[in-house]
């Protein structure tokens, strides 16, 4: 009899087990304008301030980020794209490393050598430096192009940690610039170049080109 007993308290017991291991997490869906960018995402019900689940940056009615979120922490893989749809790298969060980096310039690269990254969509750094690099009211009158290249200096642990301009143009253009530099956020995150397998310190560019105008 006791035996009997045990055997149907422990069939009780093993639905419980995997009801509790399958529970399923709820969540409320988001669409957030931030600036140029919608960010569609969900949540905690429990925490609406925790992100959990499928995310997307889009801009301009084009996905520039995907991946997921678990409790607040991006996992498993992540694409990042350019303006183009086209992926500018993957990212493995578990793994903690970039795969599938588009060539540029005609250099290829692989998992031991590649260059730094801004752990997001390229057109995040871009766009944020246009925004705040403003035409000089100054130069208005001016008659020519003027091309700025703006390097931002990466540490070897991913950190920025200055910048400077690589290509000048006139002082009022390079000063704007310079000042757009100066508000990047902090919380910014980068991957550092790897050079046959070793994090090396690099540079990180930004290329801007302001019209003339009448």
Same mark, same amino acid.
């Given at each position: 009899?006791?035996?009997?007993?045990?055997? &149907?308290?422990?069939?009780?017991?093993?639905?419980? !087990? #995997?009801?509790?291991?399958? %529970? $399923?997490?709820?969540?409320?869906?988001?669409?957030?304008?931030?600036?140029?960018?919608?960010?569609?995402?969900?949540?905690?019900?429990?925490?609406?301030?925790?992100?959990?689940?499928?995310?997307?940056?889009?801009?301009?009615?084009?996905?520039?980020?995907?991946?997921?979120?678990?409790?607040?922490?991006?996992?498993?893989?992540?694409?990042?794209?350019?303006?183009?749809?086209?992926?500018?790298?993957?990212?493995?969060?578990?793994?903690? &490393?970039?795969?599938?980096?588009?060539?540029?310039? !005609? #250099?290829?690269?692989?998992? %031991? $050598?590649?260059?730094?990254?801004?752990?997001?969509?390229?057109?995040?750094?871009?766009?944020?430096?246009?925004?705040?690099?403003?035409?000089?009211?100054?130069?208005?009158?001016?008659?020519?192009?003027?091309?700025?290249?703006?390097?931002?200096?990466?540490?070897?642990?991913?950190?920025?940690?200055?910048?400077?301009?690589?290509?000048?143009?006139?002082?009022?253009?390079?000063?704007?610039?310079?000042?757009?530099?100066?508000?990047?956020?902090?919380?910014?995150?980068?991957?550092?170049?790897?050079?046959?397998?070793?994090?090396?310190?690099?540079?990180?560019?930004?290329?801007?080109?302001?019209?003339?105008?009448?």
């Amino acid at each position: 009899m006791k035996f009997f007993i045990f055997i &149907i308290a422990l069939m009780l017991a093993l639905p419980i !087990g #995997a009801q509790n291991k399958h %529970k $399923t997490i709820k969540t409320i869906k988001r669409t957030q304008k931030v600036g140029l960018y919608t960010e569609k995402f969900s949540v905690l019900a429990s925490d609406t301030s925790v992100k959990h689940g499928p995310y997307a940056l889009i801009y301009k009615n084009k996905t520039i980020e995907k991946g997921e979120y678990k409790k607040g922490e991006r996992i498993g893989e992540w694409a990042f794209y350019n303006i183009h749809d086209v992926i500018e790298f993957k990212y493995n969060y578990d793994q903690r &490393i970039p795969y599938q980096i588009m060539p540029h310039r !005609g #250099a290829t690269y692989n998992a %031991k $050598t590649f260059p730094s990254l801004y752990l997001g969509s390229p057109m995040v750094p871009y766009h944020f430096i246009v925004q705040h690099a403003y035409y000089p009211v100054k130069e208005s009158g001016n008659k020519e192009d003027c091309m700025v290249v703006l390097a931002l200096e990466i540490s070897e642990t991913g950190k920025m940690t200055g910048y400077h301009l690589e290509v000048s143009s006139h002082d009022a253009f390079n000063e704007v610039v310079l000042n757009a530099a100066a508000q990047i956020p902090k919380t910014w995150r980068w991957v550092p170049a790897r050079k046959n397998g070793r994090n090396v310190a690099s540079i990180y560019r930004i290329t801007l080109i302001f019209e003339a105008v009448d």
